[in-house]
């Protein structure tokens, strides 16, 4: 099994702030790379795909980059309906889901 | 408009057995690969298993093989997932999900059906 990590696992940040979560898989997964974003009560939903492509309807404020086992997800400018917690998951292989990052206004 | 809508879920003993549904509408669902993703309460997502389109290929996490049977039926767009043997540790909301493998516009979930494994 690929095994995923992700860091912080929760941050407190400012409106307007940039914001940058990193990923690492346990083995070179190439670009196979998704990023979910999951408000509390609700769904998760897709924003981005093959590690840096914009999911459709996706705010351009979400970014994605990286290739092999590190990755990178940055929101460029924090906003309160961002609140929520962020997943990656690699389909390289069999899906694995990192452990979260909780994001939080202050 | 997309639909999956889970149903099955409840209170099961340790043991026992359920059987999840998932009812889709919206868009062309035998085309689609379709997942079983879970996530224990104030918990992470965990995948449990994947069928192909045509049920060729299925596919299990570990912690649920040879408990779990994962099924799909094109005729009525529905996707099952039976669960036996059942553990405490399968508490979880259970969600369908196409979970895309780097495709646009194709990332679909239902709302998730609850299940408790408890005495």
């Known amino acids: 099994d690929i095994q995923m990590t992700q860091s912080p696992s929760s941050l407190s940040a400012s409106v307007g702030d940039r914001i940058t979560i990193t990923c690492q898989a346990s083995?070179?997964?190439?670009?196979?790379l998704n990023w979910y974003q999951q408000k509390p009560g609700k769904a998760p939903e897709l924003l981005i795909y093959?590690?840096?492509n914009l999911e459709t309807g996706v705010p351009s404020r979400f970014r994605g980059s990286g290739s092999g086992t590190q990755f990178t997800f940055t929101i460029t400018s924090l906003q309160p309906e961002d609140v929520a917690t962020y997943y990656c998951q690699q389909y390289d292989d069999l899906p694995t889901f990192g452990p979260g990052t909780k994001v939080e206004i202050k | 408009e997309v639909h999956l809508v889970e149903s099955g879920g409840g209170l099961v003993k340790p043991g026992g057995s359920l059987r999840l549904s998932c009812a889709a509408s919206?868009?062309?669902?035998?085309?689609?690969?379709m997942n079983w993703v879970r996530q224990p309460p104030a918990r992470g997502l965990e995948w449990v298993s994947s069928i192909s389109r045509d049920s060729s290929h299925i596919y299990y996490a570990d912690s649920v093989r040879g408990r779990f049977t994962i099924s799909r039926d094109n005729a009525n767009n529905s996707l099952s997932l039976q669960m036996n043997g059942l553990r405490a540790d399968d508490s979880a909301l259970y969600y369908c999900?196409?979970?895309?493998?780097?495709?646009?516009?194709?990332?679909?979930w239902g709302q998730g059906t609850l299940v408790t494994v408890s005495s």
């Open positions: 919206g868009f062309t669902f035998s085309n689609l690969t």
């Open positions: 083995r070179d997964i190439y670009k196979y």
């Open positions: 999900s196409t979970l895309p493998p780097g495709e646009r516009g194709i990332d679909f």
């Open positions: 093959d590690a840096s």
